[in-house]
């Protein structure tokens, strides 16, 4: 069977191992084999380009005999160059095989064909089949598909081969490497030739893509020390003008002897920069020269042709019609590259061509194909980077304002569009990449047209009629896209009418500013009854839009109006499509008219009600955003609402307002526990349990609310007496649902709610002390009893915040609790043991820390702010060393999960480190006074950390994490150089050495030897010996370090550090 095909065995294993990995018969295990075998083979000896064994010839020779065997039937390579042939590679036969092959062979004499129905799983077996029996049109169908699955599976790998070996190849074989250069281009010249173009489908696109990156690869590799003389790619090249030039019949000097079709020549010329820049070998000089080839190869071609896009025009047309999409996507990347590279010449127009090349882009931009489309935006992008003042007059506003047009109408809906789990056409990630990928473009072209821009969008919103939604939405997406850039515009343009200075700029700002409010007015003037009537995607638009130029409408619009657009929004905020953006667009709206609203409201002469109108509104707007459900618009509304109550002059006013704004959440509040309570009271019932779920969810959003109204009245945190604060009113209504849901057993049990409960009553430490210090005793007893129950991350969150709130210079809460230093210390001393002690028990009888990281992130966390604010309760709880211990036992246990890691990282890098903390004199003091307690904790645990360390930057932990575990490292170091005590340091350097040099700490990588620990260890040491300044260039080498466990660099990066 192997001499009937031609090729030896190597050849045919590797065939049918690709056959196998690509069939879609194949088991996961066959496909696994298979593949691995192809690996094997593929990167056999020599293919690393550090080895010092001999190149591997044989699999050089037979992929060259594959590459024969997958495209049977060319012509020989001697009219490319006159190179002789490699006497060791054996020829593929080219006759026909017989018997139960020749009505495949009949079709075509491919032996990877062959091949592929020799070992097919679905052909008929032996004794069911007549000598020369013609297989079926489907089963013959079959073996074509695997068969150029399994090609381009090898050429794949092929081109891998060659990106990595081909330079040594040429330099150690070159008889070798020209004959690859050779066979490749002969597979490509002879099987995809005119014929085969106006018939090629998808699999074959697929190989000629291939094809053209191989042959791509070879040639920019041709030459490894003279980029500019590289002899592969001159010749490419040279061969690519005279195949484009022959297709339009246009003669040209010294014409090749052969030619590729135009759209094989084209996708080679857009393939070469791409392969030059995988070249990592190259510097930037080098990368740079090899590149200017296909550009002035580009360029010649432009001027030896009369219409110099016709050669992309041409094909452009060919391939549409044969739906090559792979094609039509690499014209693109061929004009978008022209154009960028010439860009200087294109807009002077000093090219021929020019406008029809830019003709061409516009009509590629617009192209319905995502992949085509995407190119040319780099094109506009590079042209506005040339001075306007500079450019041909048609390359400026004539064009831009086309462009427009076009990008409006590409990053329109579909027309048939219902929703993306309906739509068939465009993805729902190719749409929003494309709109993401405009907004630069367009930002730039508002830059040039400046009020033009947003005049010409204003006038599609206004007069496209109600059925056309998708151009309206269009229009407002392509105006919100600029709306940073019009909104300084306009507001320097204000700034400018202040001073009494008149521009062109302010001039245009002004502009922008009417035809704006002239806008949102034609939007907003049927008011909710509007609202209702837009489809909810132009709604969503809309709402966007609002938002997007609220500074516009702060400056512009008169209160009134503001108020009316905020009514809109809260209108708009219930449709489910517009909710997202109409909670954002109505906090940027209040945050921005707050200044406006609140100076009307106290001027002399305003109107009593105005104040009455404010809180409607905003109560309105809560009341809204409540009823949609959604706790970040809820949040969004509610941090809008506090922020401009507290512009309002009159604190009176400002206390009455946020009164009626809490109001709605406090009620929803109540009415949610009732019916918690309700429905715990039903025990077994499937509907009641749906019912506390949904009370609870309601609950926490609603606790949501009232954690962000106190948080932004921080602002009034001086006025610490009950009486006077804004937040009085809120608080006494809150109160008594605050106290009813700590004391109910469901509320505690639940962490949502218990989360949103203690969030609340955690801004209110820091806001609103005067009136939180009488209850703290009672809090902290509801939270260490939340705790025990529930072991909720929450609760220890809220002891961080009352540790930061005691521990804080003139602490205002601890004098309202009536606590000195002293009774404050005791206080949170025995809170910390009794934390500990909890935590101890859950996470050794009840979990294991790998389960519980939630919990092990925020004790530590805790357990850091303890040392930043009341250290001395830290260092004199009874189980601090517990808590060191626990710490130590976590840098494993967690297993390498990020927040708890970093968060133990953290704690002992910085308590191990405490004599560069930026601490209070009286704070530091008290660390120094226990110093002796760290040490002798650091002696006890100190290996295990350095084990701990050293094992994460090694590869054992995600590399997010490297800095912190460098930092513990070199916090240790840092301490230990500091200190006196001579056998302290000789035991670190222990540690260090045997953890660099332990396997079971840094892996199996072979690249750590006693040498390169020993040097690592002695670097460390000399920089710990600078002092903290090193620390920098120390986290540096434990990187390079934990990279060259990776192999991600070599040990002679470490020379650098020698050196310095």
């Known amino acids: 069977m192997m001499a009937d095909m031609g ?600 109107d009593p009600s105005s104040y009455n109108q404010i809180a409607s509104v905003l109560t309105q707007l809560m009341n809204s955003a409540l009823d949609t459900g959604n706790a970040n618009v809820m949040a969004s509304v509610a941090e809008g609402c506090c922020r401009l109550s507290m512009q309002l002059k009159d604190s009176s006013q400002t206390q009455s307002i946020l009164s009626a704004v809490a109001a709605p959440s406090i009620r929803r509040s109540r009415s949610a526990l009732d019916a918690i309570i309700a429905s715990s009271s039903v025990e077994g019932s499937g509907l009641a349990l749906s019912q506390t779920e949904n009370a609870s969810q309601a609950l926490a959003s609603c606790l949501g609310v009232l954690r962000e109204l106190v948080r932004f009245c921080d602002a009034s945190s001086g006025e610490h007496d009950a009486q006077n604060h804004v937040l009085s009113d809120v608080l006494t209504s809150a109160w008594p649902v605050l106290t009813d849901i700590a004391s109910h057993p469901y509320c505690r049990s639940n962490e949502i709610v218990l989360a949103g409960l203690l969030e609340v009553h955690s801004q209110l430490l820091g806001v609103v002390p005067a009136l939180i210090g009488p209850y703290f005793n009672d809090l902290i007893s509801f939270v260490v009893r939340s705790y025990e129950e529930t072991v909720c991350p929450s609760s220890l969150e809220y002891i961080s915040a009352a540790v930061e709130s005691f521990g804080s210079e003139n602490s205002a809460i601890a004098n309202v609790a009536g606590l000195d230093d002293n009774a404050t210390e005791a206080m949170f001393s025995q809170l910390l043991a009794h934390i500990s002690q909890c935590t101890f028990r859950f996470v050794t009888q009840t979990t294991q820390p790998k389960e519980c990281t939630q919990v092990i992130a925020a004790l530590f966390k805790m357990t850091q702010r303890y040392l930043l604010f009341l250290p001395a309760a830290l260092v004199q709880c009874s189980e601090f060393a517990s808590l060191f211990a626990l710490g130590v036992a976590c840098l494993t246990e967690c297993k390498g999960e990020v927040e708890s890691t970093r968060s133990t990282l953290i704690f002992l890098s910085q308590l191990i480190g405490w004599k560069h903390l930026r601490l209070p004199q009286s704070k530091h003091q008290q660390l120094e006074q226990s110093a002796g307690i760290v040490d002798n904790l650091l002696l006890q645990h100190g290996q295990k950390i350095t084990k701990a360390c050293i094992r994460g930057l090694s590869g054992f932990a995600p590399q997010i994490l490297w800095p912190s575990f460098s930092e513990c490292l070199f916090s240790i170091m840092l301490h230990v150089s500091s200190g006196s005590a001579n056998d302290v340091g000789s035991v670190l350097n222990n540690w260090l050495y045997a953890a660099m040099t332990d396997s079971s700490v840094v892996g199996s990588t072979q690249n750590i030897t006693q040498e390169v620990g020993t040097s690592i260890v002695k670097i460390l040491g000399d920089l710990a010996r600078e002092g903290v300044k090193s620390k920098p260039r120390a986290k540096m080498l434990l990187a390079d370090f934990g990279k060259i466990c990776n192999n991600e660099t070599s040990v002679d990066i470490l020379l650098s550090y020698s050196l310095s």
């Open 7 to 606: 090729i030896g065995q190597l050849e045919r294993q590797v065939i049918e191992a690709a056959l196998v990995t690509t069939r879609s018969t194949s088991t996961s295990f066959e496909r696994s084999e298979a593949s691995s075998q192809l690996e094997q083979w593929t990167s056999s000896v020599g293919s690393s380009p550090n080895t010092t064994s001999p190149i591997d010839a044989n699999c050089w020779e037979a992929y060259i005999n594959i590459i024969r065997a997958s495209f049977a039937g060319v012509s020989n390579a001697s009219e490319y160059s006159s190179a002789s042939s490699h006497g060791s590679v054996t020829p593929v036969a080219s006759r026909q095989s017989s018997g139960c092959f020749s009505s495949l062979a009949s079709a075509s004499n491919n032996i990877v064909e062959q091949i592929a129905y020799a070992t097919s799983p679905s052909k008929p077996p032996l004794q069911q089949r007549q000598q020369d029996e013609p297989i079926s049109l489907h089963l013959q169908q079959q073996v074509q598909r695997e068969a150029n699955g399994a090609k381009l599976l090898l050429l794949t790998l092929f081109c891998t081969k060659i990106r990595k070996e081909y330079i040594r190849l040429l330099r150690e074989q070159p008889a070798l490497a020209q004959l690859v250069n050779e066979e490749l281009i002969s597979a490509c010249w002879g099987y995809f030739n005119e014929e085969k173009m106006r018939q090629l489908g998808q699999d074959d696109g697929a190989l000629m893509n291939a094809l053209c990156g191989a042959i791509a690869s070879v040639a920019v590799r041709s030459s490894s020390n003279q980029p500019v003389l590289n002899e592969g790619v001159m010749q490419l090249i040279s061969v690519c003008q005279s195949s484009i030039a022959s297709s339009l019949g246009v003669a040209i000097a010294n014409p090749a002897t052969i030619n590729f079709p135009a759209i094989v020549a084209m996708k080679l010329l857009s393939d070469i920069p791409e392969e030059v820049q995988s070249r990592a070998d190259l510097t930037t000089a080098e990368t740079d020269a090899f590149l200017e080839m296909p550009r002035a190869a580009v360029a010649t071609l432009l001027e030896a042709i009369q219409t110099p896009t016709e050669f992309i025009v041409t094909s452009l047309k060919m391939a549409e019609s044969q739906q090559w999409e792979d094609a039509t996507v690499a014209l693109s990347n061929l004009a978008s590259t022209l154009a960028r590279e010439e860009i200087d010449d294109i807009a002077h127009c000093q090219l021929p061509g020019c406008l029809d090349l830019i003709e061409l882009l516009l009509e590629l931009q617009s192209h319905p194909i995502h992949n085509v489309a995407v190119p040319v935006l780099e094109v506009w992008l590079a042209l506005q980077d040339v001075p306007t003042g500079d450019r041909h007059p048609s390359m400026a506003e004539p064009l831009y304002m086309r462009l427009v047009e076009v990008i409006l109408n590409r990053v329109t809906y579909p027309l048939t569009f219902v929703s993306w789990d309906e739509e068939l056409e465009v993805e729902s990630s190719d749409f929003e990449e494309m709109r993401r990928l405009c907004t630069d473009v367009l930002i730039g072209t508002y830059f040039l047209l400046r009020s033009a821009y947003l005049e010409t969008l204003a006038n599609v919103v206004v007069s496209t009629d109600s059925g056309e939604w998708e151009v309206v939405e269009s229009a407002l997406w392509c105006l919100s896209a600029v709306s940073r850039e019009a909104c300084a515009r306009v507001k320097s343009s204000q700034n400018a009418g202040r001073s009494g200075r008149e521009s062109p700029a302010s001039i245009d700002g002004g502009a922008t500013a009417t035809g704006l409010t002239q806008v949102v007015g034609s939007l907003c003037a049927g008011g909710s009854a509007s609202a209702a009537r837009q489809h909810p995607l132009v709604l969503a638009g809309i709402t966007t839009f609002l938002g997007s130029y609220s500074v516009v409408w702060s400056l512009s619009c008169p209160p009134q109006s503001i108020l009316e657009i905020l009514a809109y929004l809260a209108s708009a905020i219930s449709v489910s499509s517009a909710t997202e953006g109409a909670g954002r667009s109505i906090r940027l709206l209040l945050i921005s008219s707050a200044s406006k609203l609140a100076k009307t409201a106290a001027s002399p002469g305003a």
